[in-house]
């Protein structure tokens, strides 16, 4: 079993940077991709950014490529989405996830209870 906890969310202005943590804990969190997920209101989940067990693999959605950032800290067992550049439309709850390296929420198996990230116009 992985337990996650995100942090980090707030609100922001346009043009704002906000940096989300997710603490993972349990006896193989460290070995799981994860990946982080947002959902706006009266929108499905989607994919944001991805990265492998070791932190050497990274992959991002068309729309954040270049704005946010994904990273990793093993010993400190945190995963971190640095965000840039937020626009309006970044306006979700994020969610971080362990599981496999991909892009398809099915592919992960654990997931934190989210955090709000609102920006203003």
Known sequence: QVQLVESGGGLVQAGGSLRLSCATSGRTSSTYAMGWFRQA????REFVAAINWNGIRTYYADFVKG??????NNVANTVYLQMHSLQPEDTAVYYCASGSYGTNPAEYLYWGQGTQVTVSS
């Open 67 to 72: 704005r946010f950032t994904i990273s990793r």
């Open 41 to 44: 209101p009266g929108k499905e």
